[in-house]
Structure formats: structure tokens, C-alpha cells
């Protein structure tokens, strides 16, 4: 089975469903936090902050929201990626790791990174690369790469697009799309209790980033 077809099997109406559902919720919960900020985030030093808040209300999210549904077929963890203790959220399935990226445009992948350029180069199917899992000390298949990217209008404050993107093994083209939105937002309901119970989760976090700018100053 290729890595199409793998990915649409295991990327599939459930899985996506979820993706979706989590987005907007989190931006829901990112949206109320923001408006009860406004104040404070209508200064253009401290407005920078918000992409940031909002990519870390996606990823959390996520990742508790995985944890709490077993019967979803994949697994979370955060991971450290970068120098500066930037850690991201992973995704697994059983053939593979997805991270999240904001994009600007559906028909664009993200900015290129170090750890991007080297996941993306599993997506070679004919290089017969394996590495060795130091945890059950195995060898085994890398996992494919897929990214799972967002937009976000400020203005109509929702996403305008989520998809799933295949990149090329030089992260310079996606050889493969899928438009989860489209698909699922016609379905989509967030319970007011579901995005309260989010909201009081990220607000700490808010706060704590206030207070960081609040001190730099």
C-alpha cells in the first residue's frame, strides 16, 4: 500500500472529524480569552503575543483531547525541536507523525525547519530507511510526515481553511491534499459547556503570558 492510500485510511472521517472539531474549539476558547483581553492585546507590542497563544490553544487541546478519547487511533506527545526550548506537539498513527503548522494560504506549506526538512524526508517510499527505537529496542520503519495546517481570519475570527498536506521529501511542494474543513464543517458542534471547560484550562497559561510582557517592560 502506498503512502496515499495508507494516508487515507488512516486519516479517515473519524480521525478528521475530530482534528477539526478540536480546532475550533480551541479557537472558540482563543477568541473569549482574547475578548476578555482586549484591552491589554489592542497594544501592538503585545498583540504579537496572540499567533503564539493561539497555535499553543491548538496544540493543547489536541493533545488532552487525544488522551481522553481511547478508541482514537493515535497517540500524542510533546517533543523539543529547536535550541530556544520550543516544544511541539506529535501526532502518531500507525504509519505517521503529524505536526501543526499556521499557514496563510490553503495551497502553502509552512515555513521550512530543521526538524521539518528531516521527518519530511521519510516521505521517500523507495529509500528503505529504518532507524532503531531505542524504547522497545527495534528496528523499525520511520513514520511518513504529514502536516496538519490552519488559517485563522482575525476578522470573521474563525479558520478559513484546515487541511492535511503530504509534503515532498524537500519540503518545497505537498504531493498530496486533503480539505478537512470542507468536509467537516457543516457537522461540526462545540457544547458552550465544552469551550467554558477549555477556556478555564488556557486562561492560566493567558495569564502567565501577560505577566511575562507585563515584566519585560
Not at 70 to 83: D, E, F, G, R, W
Not at 130 to 142: D, V
Not at 184 to 203: G, H, R, Y
Request: with cysteine; glycine share 2%.
Amino acid at each position: 500500500m502506498n503512502i496515499e492510500n495508507l494516508f487515507e485510511n488512516e486519516f479517515n472521517s473519524k480521525l478528521t472529524s475530530f482534528l477539526t472539531t478540536e480546532i475550533f474549539k480551541a479557537t472558540t476558547a482563543f477568541n473569549t480569552l482574547i475578548k476578555n483581553n482586549f484591552s491589554f492585546f489592542s497594544y501592538p507590542l503585545y498583540s504579537s503575543v496572540k499567533g503564539d497563544l493561539l497555535s499553543y490553544s491548538i496544540e493543547h487541546c489536541l493533545h488532552d483531547a487525544i488522551f481522553t478519547n481511547p478508541n482514537l487511533n493515535c497517540n500524542a506527545y510533546t517533543q523539543k525541536v529547536n535550541n530556544f526550548n520550543r516544544s511541539i506537539l506529535h501526532i502518531t498513527t500507525e504509519h505517521f507523525l503529524l505536526t501543526i503548522a499556521k499557514t496563510n494560504k490553503w495551497n502553502q506549506l509552512p515555513c521550512s525547519s530543521k526538524y521539518k526538512l528531516k521527518y519530511a524526508k521519510y516521505n521517500n517510499e523507495s529509500d528503505g530507511q529504518y532507524c532503531f527505537n531505542f524504547i522497545n529496542n527495534t528496528i523499525i520503519k520511520p513514520p511518513f510526515y504529514v502536516l496538519l495546517t490552519y488559517g485563522y481570519d482575525p476578522i470573521i475570527q474563525s479558520c478559513n481553511h484546515i487541511d492535511l498536506l503530504i509534503p515532498d521529501v524537500t519540503f518545497k511542494k505537498f504531493t498530496h491534499r486533503k480539505d478537512i474543513l470542507s468536509i467537516q464543517k457543516n457537522f461540526i458542534t462545540i457544547p458552550t459547556s465544552d469551550v467554558e471547560e477549555t477556556v478555564a484550562k488556557l486562561k492560566p497559561e493567558f495569564e502567565k503570558k501577560i505577566l511575562q510582557l507585563d515584566v519585560g517592560e
